[in-house]
């Protein structure tokens, strides 16, 4: 799924950001907008899962070749799922990278829907997520909501539409997600959150709020609203005792991973101002520590082979590598026997975590630091 205006002021990718903070949108409209390899590649992924979903529904009589395994096979799985779909289903209508108009709720907003299947009063879009950063669910998700809401701007009168479906696959995480809700309650979301917050984001009023949608901000390590929410944090205000109790120690956990991460985006926009000229008071730009490296591997390897020692580390190739060299299929027919998934080690996460939690006197052992003799 894909933003039609890709640098429209509110756009579907970003609604969480702007529905959360309206005012981040005007903040960051003269920010430049800088791709990346990772936007590039999945560019790429959608364009060659659309082709062979096409091919595979009739629309088009040519299979697109991918040379990128990885990617073949990843988007050969959407492809299966999208299609799994359609085949239990009774007269679908599918619509293929299908453009839909928000603005009706949203200013200007307008979007691609990967897939869009419509059947027995059920209207489910597909959304392929290529990246393999952040896990995505469909579950409220605001980006897709939007984009049904488009979606029933277009369909609705055409056909009788009760349930909104979402779908998010994103196979490179072994992510499948789905939500489904009623239309009435989408339209809802639509006329008492999304709207008014829309027309606050486009005026540029509301408040600044911080939050985990921080995350995707341009303003992220200069916002004076960020740094106030995670300043806040560090001056917290511990009392007595001298040792912090575990309901404090709790409320931190809570918010340790944020401070981490803003603490980063500043030290990462500080570096990147200061070496285009930018002073910090106190502060200067030095080299920092570097290992030593071969000026030439061939005559390095030749000078070694002449001395009668082999100057190569053999290694198997790692999971991940090897995937890509044989593709995903082959890597499960011919290597399937030899995976083993260990037990992860124990981290501490928040109650609403969706994982089991550990039984931590019968996993002791598991998890205990092998002995050493
Ligand atoms: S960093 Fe967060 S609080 Fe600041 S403008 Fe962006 S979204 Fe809003």
């Known amino acids: 799924m894909s933003d039609s205006a890709k640098h429209s002021l509110l756009s579907p990718s970003a609604s969480h950001r702007w529905i959360n903070c309206p005012p981040s949108a005007r903040l960051t409209e003269s920010y430049s907008d800088t791709g990346s390899a990772y936007a590039n590649e999945g560019t790429l992924a959608h364009s060659v899962a659309e082709a062979k979903l096409k091919y595979r529904l009739g629309l088009s009589k040519s299979l697109p070749v991918c040379d990128d395994t990885e990617m073949d096979d990843y988007t050969d799985d959407y492809v299966t799922f999208v299609m799994e779909q359609i085949e239990s289903l009774s007269d679908p209508k599918v619509y293929v990278e299908q453009k839909v108009d928000c603005s009706r709720y949203v200013p200007e907003c307008k979007g691609t829907c990967d897939t869009l299947i419509i059947s027995d009063g059920v209207l489910h879009i597909v959304d392929l997520k290529y990246g393999r950063g952040v896990k995505v669910d469909a579950e409220k998700n605001d ?102 109790d575990t309901v404090e120690i709790a409320v931190i956990l809570g918010k340790v991973d944020e401070l981490v991460s803003w603490a980063s985006d500043i030290k990462d926009f500080a570096l990147t ?14 080299e920092g520590r570097s290992n030593r490296k071969y000026t030439d591997e061939i005559a390095v390897a030749s ?40 037990a992860g080690k124990p981290v501490l996460v928040p109650q609403k975590d969706k994982r089991q939690e550990i039984n931590i006197n019968t996993a002791a052992d598991d998890f205990a630091d092998p002995i050493e003799n």
């Open 273 to 286: 101002e200061a070496l285009k000229g930018v002073r910090f008071d106190g502060w200067k730009v030095v």
């Open 143 to 244: 980006q897709l909501r939007i984009y049904s809401l488009g979606a029933l701007e277009m369909f609705g009168c055409l056909y009788d539409i009760d349930v909104v479906k979402m779908s998010i696959f994103q196979p490179r995480l072994g992510n499948c997600s789905t939500w489904e809700v009623f239309r009435e309650s989408i339209e809802n979301w639509a006329d008492e959150v999304l709207k008014p917050a829309a027309q606050l984001a486009w005026d540029g009023g509301g408040g600044y709020k911080a939050g985990d949608h921080c995350q995707f901000c341009k303003a992220k390590a200069e916002c004076r609203e960020r740094a106030n929410a995670n300043l806040a944090l560090a001056a917290y205000d511990f009392t007595e005792p001298a040792l912090l």
């Open 303 to 342: 000078a070694v082979n002449g001395i009668g020692l082999d100057p190569y580390e053999h290694k198997v190739l790692g999971i991940t590598a090897m995937t890509s060299l044989l593709g995903k299929k082959r890597f499960e027919e011919t290597l399937g026997g030899f995976i083993q998934k260990p």
